[in-house]
């Protein structure tokens, strides 16, 4: 019947009393109640922070930013840190019921205020490198290309000379060029498939007969610039038997061969 007629909540409004003890209970309660009696107020509660009245009793508070002791009076500062809970990628500070994520040195907090981007100290202004500008944490450096060296001013670019650093196995010359190399041979030979050997003019196998004039009008100095020509051509040859055959003719008062092919 009681049940039927308290208003809800029930087990505020309605009671079952069992024993001496709970009577006592019930009428303090009954009587709290209806006097409305402020028990922070009527009594010392010894609350550090806040005091909170309930019928019959009272509970202590904590601002925010502290939690109730085990006493259940005194007030500690939360350390929002401490649980591992934050989510702050680099550093976590904690304030009062809270916490601030802080990044390191050489980078920026990001948007979601948790995580931390570095800071592209290559993007402001000009750095001065010849080639390209790398960002690292509280600064940068610059980088060369590939086929470049750094120069001890730590800015400007130099093409690396191949030739000194590696095998090149040219026969004749190695030239550098930007990040490469290439072989050279020497005038009136050329370079083989291979990029590396050299060849003479004259493996394509022919028969040479060289006419020189010997008449006494050319006169000795000139006579041997003729020669040191006709050797300089036979030079560049492969001559065998079954190669280039070379065969010389001179002529003045009379025609003569010097030697056959």
């Known amino acids: 019947s009681l049940r039927a007629m308290a208003s809800p909540p029930l087990e505020e409004h309605v009671f079952l009393v069992e024993s001496f003890e709970l009577i006592q209970q019930f009428a303090k309660q009954f009587q709290d109640k ?103 944490p509280n600064g940068h450096y610059c980088r060369c290309r590939s086929g470049f060296t750094l120069q001890p001013d730590g800015k400007s670019c130099r093409a690396t000379d191949l030739c000194n650093g590696v095998d090149h196995g040219c026969e004749f010359k190695c030239v550098s060029t930007e990040g490469s190399y290439h072989c050279v041979c020497p005038e009136g030979q050329q370079l083989q498939a291979d990029g590396k050997t050299c060849s003479k003019c004259g493996a394509g196998h022919v028969d040479l007969v060289m006419v020189i004039d010997g008449s006494k009008s050319v006169r000795p100095q000139n006579f041997e610039l003729v020669k040191q020509f006709v050797n300089r051509i036979v030079d560049l040859l492969e001559v065998s038997p079954h190669g280039t055959r070379v065969g010389l003719v001179q002529y003045s008062s009379r025609v003569r061969t010097e030697f056959p092919l």
Not at 38 to 47: A, L, V
Not at 99 to 106: F, V
Not at 116 to 121: L, V
């Open 34 to 136: 209806l006097c409305g009696v402020d028990m922070c107020m009527e009594r010392e509660h010894g609350c550090q922070h806040s005091c909170i009245s309930t019928p019959g009793s009272f509970y202590c508070e904590c601002n925010p930013g502290y939690r109730l002791n085990v006493d259940g009076k005194t007030c500690s500062p939360i350390d929002a840190c401490a649980d591992g809970r934050h989510g702050c990628q680099h550093l976590c500070v904690s304030l009062r019921g809270s916490y601030s994520c802080r990044c390191r040195a050489g980078y920026y907090l990001s948007h979601n205020k948790r995580s931390c981007t570095m800071i592209d100290y290559c993007s402001f202004g000009n750095h001065s490198c010849q080639h390209e500008c790398v960002s690292i």
